[in-house]
């Protein structure tokens, strides 16, 4: 009889040591999957702060309407053409295969 429980112990003491290594991998990959979640949001606060200290610090220069829209008609024809090429561009490749895609289906849209 004290043989048969000391086998029982022995196998509940294995069993708890081994649920034990796992709990604590689990552990330790809630740690690193916590800690990759806090980088990544502190990574996107930056950038917005960021984007919003720039944006602050710009508007100095915005007077009116001409100096938002049209940068105060301060830009050479080069940049107004590379502004219009990129808008095509944009068009082209990004909004056009919608109309395709609709009517013959999405795996047009995922060939594009």
């Not at 000391?6 to 999957?33: D, F, K, P, Y």
């Amino acid at each position: 009889m004290y043989l048969e429980k000391t086998a029982e112990t022995t196998a509940s003491r294995s069993q708890i040591v081994s649920l034990g290594n796992h709990t604590n991998a689990q552990h330790l990959a809630n740690i690193a999957m916590f800690t990759a979640s806090a980088i990544n949001l502190g990574v996107v606060i930056a950038y917005l702060l960021a984007m919003l200290g720039l944006g602050i610090w710009l508007a100095r220069y915005i007077r009116g309407e001409a100096d938002y829209f049209i940068a105060g008609r301060s830009l050479n024809r080069w940049v107004i053409c590379g502004s219009i090429m990129s808008i095509n561009v944009a068009t082209v490749y990004l909004v056009g295969p919608a109309g395709p895609a609709y009517e013959d289906g999405i795996a047009l849209l995922l060939m594009a």
